[in-house]
Structure formats: structure tokens, C-alpha cells
């Protein structure tokens, strides 16, 4: 076969207050930026992203692979048109060129722009249009998907990662090329079958290392079969204001039965455990004031996560409510990252390290309840924002940050970049000399992605809800179009349109 691949990935938090424009998708951060063609092959390369376990998986096979183009940028407001058209036409145009026997994409699953809903919906529909009805069409797609029937109709195959933390998102690029590959000997387009779960699901509660999420995913493993080559649940990202925004449950079977039974017997799980999806939170200085007393006999950190203000999730990564509640309830020994503010990194540039600047950090996103706070700083280390990863879910990632600096106030330290990225990974902390595992308290800008690389190091992982616009409680959103009886949490209210 001639296999197009690309990939168009992108997060969309409706809610929250920066969009993704064309820029964005062109710069590497915490991701590489936009790659066209060959630089596809070379950029990806041993990292844990999809299209790069999809490449390592087809090497040396009788499979030829056409690179289109590829982009990412870290999670936000709505894709602006002008991004989402012209990365679009260099992915479809490419394909076109290509006149490939099957198409890979490595998607995301949740992103809307400003003129279109369902991103990727459009995008397959797209490719299938170039493509015509018989050629295979695969897709890998993010854990936080909110799978569409577009999506569904116009892909052969979907498959989304079983981790969260995302620490399979290379492995499932190679398990999406295993079944191509089968395709290719003579398997037969699967039957689909898809179940709707009716309630959002927070995404703290998503995560796979913990009860009830590690269930149900351990159910799924149990149900594939030869009849049932994939399954999939998507627990949704609960931030996208659309009508078919929530958690889906999707199998692909040698027949219609097969497929629907296993279907069937995955959404069971889910609904049974339903209650166990409710989440509870901590204020910030509740947080804060339980972390300082562990900590009194603790001898490894006690992690919080500002859950709310996590950059993956759509936030600025620069809101100051963990910061007030630190220096508020007196911590020692305490870092925070990552605080945003090119301003601020600027300045403690110009300063040096050992000198005192007065700085308004943070808080300029606009979220309710934040706003800078202002401070005389020492500027202990400076950096030019350059740092590998070495995590299992960043896994040797470059990232690109831009200048940055380590502030300390009272017993606080405060890591300050110029570009977002969530605190997902150890070196976030180390590149700017704050060894983690030194410290009392550990507060990451991070929901979920944080704990495959913190939680050896933990003493306890606490959550906490400062102002940010990722909201932990999904049913706190000002929704408009969700779909009639949507349950806005699990056994909350069942949305009704206004």
C-alpha cells in the first residue's frame, strides 16, 4: 500500500480565553511545530505522540508511507478559520497528490474552530471525499475525544489511547498501523457499533490510575476478541459547548453482533460506576493548609494539582490563586509551576541572577476571581526555556519555552516561562535549579498528565480548584448547546436549553 499520513491535533476548551491561531500551530513548545512532508519522518522520531509509534511500526514493512503535513498546539480556545483552513488543505491537498491505497491520521478528537464544531468530522469528511468510498480510512485519537458520527461515518477505524496520563499514545499509532496492516491481507471494513454514556465525566476523574477509570478500562482489555479486533472509550472533554460533546463508547467487530454486544457490555461498566465519577476538590488554601500538615511528617513532597488553571485543558497557565493560597497559609519549601509570563521572564533577564524585582505576575487570562499579583521577587536561575523531558509521558520531548526564570518569595518559588506547557514532567522543575524531590510542596499546573512522572516521588497527591477556566465541576459551565438531557455531572442535573 501507499499510505498518506498526517495529523491535525487540537484540544478545544470553548470556555476558555486565548484561540488557536495559524502562529500557534507553527512554533514548537511544548510539541514540535508544524511539519510538512519528509520532516514528518525525521521529526518523529521515539516520541510518545501517535504518528510516531504508527511510522516505527510500519518500518521495514512492504508499506510505503506519503507524509502530508502535521501540527499540534497546546490546548485553548476555539481553532481560528484561518488555522484550521490552512493547515486542513495542506493535510487533504497532500493526500490528494498522493493517490494513496489508505490514509492515517493522527487526530485528536475534541477540537472545534470557529466555524465548524466538529473539527474532525469536517476533516475525514474532507479526506473521503478525495479519497473516494473504498479506500481505508484510520484514525488514532486522544482519550478526551468527543467522537461525532461524522467522525464514525467517514472513518474505516478509530482508536483512542487507554491511558491517562497519555503515556500510550505511540502505542496506539502502532496498534491503528496492526490493523491497517490487516486490511491490507484481506480483513473486511468492521461493523461499528456506538454507545453514548449521558453524563459528563470531570476530567480528574478520568484518569486511568485511578478507581473508577482503572476499572473500566481494565473491563475493555477483557472484551477484545478476534471478533472484536479494537474497543474504545472516550470519557470526553467536558469543555466543548456542542451538542455531542461527552463520553462514547465505540467497537468495531468482524460482525454488527459482535460489534454491538461488546458495545453493549463496556457502557454497562460505565453506567454501573456512574456515581464513583464525582470527584471532590479542594480549595486552595484547604489544599495548601492539608499539604502543610503531611508535610510535617512527610519525607517526600506533597504534589497539588491546580487543576483548573491547566494549561492541556485549555488554561493560560498563569493564574495566581495557588500562589496567594501558599504564601497566604506561610509554605516553605514550595515550588509552582508553570506560571506564564514572558513579561516577568523578561524582566528578571535584565535583573540577574541574585537581584529583587517588583513584578505583576500573572493574571492577565481574564479568568473571574484572578488578577497579578504583585511582589518583590529574588531571580535565584535564568534559562532560555530549552529542556528535555525524560517522563513516561513526555518521554524525551524537547520543549521549547522561550526565556524563563525562577522567582522565590517567601519561601516560595515560582517557575516563569514565556510559552505554556502543563507541568507534566520532573525537568519542568530541575531547569530552572529547583531539585522536586527537595521540596515540601509541589504545586503543577496539570490535571492528570503530572502523576506518570510525580507519583513515585509523592507522598500524597492533593486537587485543588483555583480560578482557572478549565472548571472542575462541568456542571459550574454557562452551557447553551449541549444535547437535551445531557446529565452535567455524574448524577447532577440533566441539561435543558435555555
Known amino acids: 500500500m501507499r499510505i498518506a499520513i498526517g495529523g491535525f491535533q487540537h ?75 490552512r493547515i486542513a488543505a495542506m493535510i487533504v491537498d497532500g493526500i490528494r497528490d498522493a493517490q494513496p491505497d489508505a490514509v492515517y491520521l493522527d487526530l485528536h478528537g475534541a477540537m472545534v474552530a470557529e466555524h465548524q464544531d466538529d473539527g474532525e468530522g469536517e476533516l475525514l469528511a474532507r ?54 496492516v490487516q486490511r491490507a491481507d484481506g480483513m473486511a471494513r468492521p461493523a461499528v457499533a456506538v454507545r453514548r454514556i449521558p453524563f459528563l465525566i470531570p476530567l480528574s476523574s478520568q484518569s486511568t490510575d485511578l478507581e473508577p477509570t482503572r476499572s473500566v478500562y481494565a473491563a475493555l482489555a477483557g472484551l477484545e476478541s478476534r471478533d472484536v479486533p479494537t474497543l474504545s472509550f472516550t470519557p470526553g472533554f467536558p469543555a466543548a459547548d456542542f451538542p455531542e460533546c461527552g463520553p462514547v463508547v465505540f467497537a468495531y467487530g468482524s ?119 504583585t511582589g518583590t521577587f529574588r531571580v535565584e536561575a535564568l534559562s532560555d526555556g530549552r529542556v528535555q523531558c525524560n517522563g513516561p509521558f513526555a518521554r524525551g520531548a524537547n520543549m521549547v519555552l522561550g526565556p524563563s526564570a525562577c522567582l522565590s518569595l517567601e519561601g516560595v518559588r515560582v517557575v516563569v516561562t514565556s510559552h505554556k506547557t502543563q507541568l507534566a514532567d520532573q525537568a519542568l522543575f530541575r531547569f530552572v535549579g529547583i531539585e522536586p524531590t527537595a521540596q515540601a510542596i509541589l504545586v503543577n499546573k496539570s490535571s492528570v498528565h503530572f502523576r506518570a512522572d510525580f507519583t513515585p516521588i509523592a507522598q500524597q497527591i492533593l486537587v485543588a480548584a483555583a480560578p482557572g477556566p478549565m472548571i472542575a465541576d462541568p456542571s459550574q459551565f454557562r452551557w447553551k448547546r449541549l444535547a437535551a438531557g445531557m446529565r452535567l455531572k455524574p448524577m447532577g442535573a440533566a441539561f435543558q436549553a435555555r
Not at 482508536?159 to 491517562?164: C, G, H, L, Q
Open 127 to 180: 479526506v473521503r471525499r478525495v479519497v473516494g468510498p473504498d479506500t481505508p480510512i484510520v484514525a488514532s485519537l486522544d482519550l478526551h475525544a468527543n467522537v461525532t458520527a461524522r467522525m464514525l461515518e467517514c472513518a474505516d477505524t478509530l482508536v483512542a489511547y487507554r491511558t491517562y496520563p497519555h503515556v500510550d499514545m505511540a502505542d496506539t499509532g502502532a496498534r491503528v498501523a496492526h490493523l491497517l
Open 255 to 373: 460482525s454488527s453482533g459482535s460489534a454491538q454486544a461488546a458495545a453493549d457490555a463496556l457502557a454497562r461498566q460505565v453506567l454501573e460506576r456512574e456515581p464513583a465519577f464525582d470527584l471532590q476538590v479542594l480549595s486552595p488554601e484547604a489544599a495548601v493548609r492539608q499539604a502543610m500538615q503531611i508535610a510535617q511528617r512527610a519525607t517526600r513532597p506533597v504534589v497539588i494539582a491546580d487543576t483548573q488553571d491547566n494549561p492541556g485543558a485549555g488554561g493560560d497557565s498563569d493564574t495566581t490563586g495557588m500562589l496567594r493560597a501558599l504564601l497566604a497559609c506561610g509554605a516553605q519549601r514550595a515550588a509552582l509551576g508553570l506560571m506564564v509570563d514572558a513579561e516577568a521572564a523578561r524582566a528578571a533577564h535584565a535583573a540577574g541572577v541574585g537581584r529583587s524585582i517588583t513584578v505583576a505576575l500573572g493574571g492577565r487570562s481574564g479568568v473571574a476571581g484572578d488578577s497579578p499579583f
Open 11 to 85: 484540544e478545544t476548551n470553548t470556555f476558555a480565553p486565548s484561540k488557536a491561531r495559524y502562529e500557534d500551530f507553527l512554533r514548537d513548545g511544548g510539541w514540535p511545530g508544524l511539519r510538512r512532508g519528509g520532516e514528518i519522518l525525521d521529526t518523529m522520531v521515539a516520541r510518545n505522540v501517535p504518528i510516531a509509534g504508527f511510522i516505527a511500526q510500519m518500518k521495514g514493512s512492504r508499506h510505503t508511507l506519503v507524509p502530508t503535513a502535521w501540527a499540534t498546539t497546546e490546548p485553548s480556545a476555539h481553532v481560528t478559520q484561518d488555522a484550521y483552513e
